[in-house]
């Protein structure tokens, strides 16, 4: 292709997590591959990274993921001293850093996708402050606390529809491109990603090295708040759940191309792995759309 005939992509990124990283290798393969990117949608993780690509802050953005250690991780999901709704934290950071943006002034048409959990249906946010949209659209069951929205409680986006296509209906574009972290398990990911690093997802593998930054006080307080095996179970279940509903989504609405990234590439908190995830993106579009 030139520089004239770019194909027109509407982009779908699904929800996943810490391996929702692999979407911004997605959307560097398409820039590098003369793609131009018209629309995105987005549950959850996808939502965020799509609402940075959106706003011009994809580069920013993607430096502060692969900045992300062991340590800040834990400060930002899981200490809260201040007792403050959990995943504002994590909002309020992003917004510190990144500054917010009416989704209504984006340059291209963007939807993070939440879920009304009490009528169990889909909301699409395509209109007012991108972050509320986004911490909605990320409001993970028992990471995050959920939002209320004209009297709605909003949940993670992910929960009702992984891979949200139903939004890109109305484009007028070339293709559809769907990037599904719910993929089969692969016990071999190494040799895809050139020998990616094989961490454990169990974070209380890394308590002893986590705490000791911490006061005696405020370690008793911390060990006492989280219990590890409901984390990890939880982890997994999610992953389970929206595994199987991205299939069905993805039988019912098939978008031109699927990106598949496994379920077990990171775990669903393992944003110390952001690097690996975005080389691990790059290398599965590669993968799925090289004969494009």
């Keep these: 292709m030139t520089a004239t005939d770019k194909k027109t992509v509407s982009l779908v990124l699904g ?24 629309s995105i949608s987005g549950s959850s993780i ?16 993607e430096a502060w993921a692969e900045s992300i250690t062991v340590l800040y991780k834990v400060k930002l999901f899981y200490i809260n001293w201040n007792n403050d709704a959990r995943g504002d934290k994590v909002i309020n950071t992003l917004i510190e850093l990144f500054g917010d943006y009416q989704i209504e002034d984006l340059p291209i048409n963007y939807t993070a996708v939440a879920s009304d959990i009490r009528n169990e249906k889909e909301v699409w946010l395509n209109k007012g402050s991108l972050f ?8 993970m069951p028992l990471f995050f606390t959920p939002v209320v929205r004209n009297g709605v409680h909003l949940i993670d986006g992910g929960v ?29 990911l190494g040799n895809v990603t050139n020998k990616l690093s094989t961490n454990g997802s169990i974070l209380s593998s890394n308590l002893k090295s986590i705490t000791k930054h911490i006061s005696p006080t405020k370690k008793g307080q911390f060990e006492k ?13 999610i992953d389970a759940m929206q595994s199987t509903i991205a299939r069905q989504k993805l039988a019912a609405y098939p978008a031109n191309y699927v990106i598949e990234i496994s379920r077990n590439a990171c775990g669903t908190l393992e944003f110390e792995r952001s690097a690996e995830m975005i080389k691990l993106g790059y290398a599965m579009a590669e993968h799925w759309l090289k004969e494009v």
């Design 15 to 38: 929800s996943g997590g810490a391996r929702g990283m692999a979407h911004i290798g997605v959307i560097r393969w398409l820039l590098d591959h003369n793609y131009e990117i018209k």
């Design 225 to 237: 708040g989280v219990d590890w095996r409901t984390y990890n179970i939880a982890e997994l279940a």
């Design 160 to 188: 009702l529809n992984p891979v949200p296509i139903a939004p890109t209906f109305s484009d007028h574009t070339d293709l559809t491109i769907a990037v599904n972290l719910g993929g089969s398990v692969h016990h071999n």
């Design 132 to 139: 509320k949209a986004l911490r909605a659209s990320m409001a």
């Design 46 to 61: 996808g939502a965020l990274v799509g609402g940075m690509y959106a706003a011009g802050k994809l580069d920013e953005f």
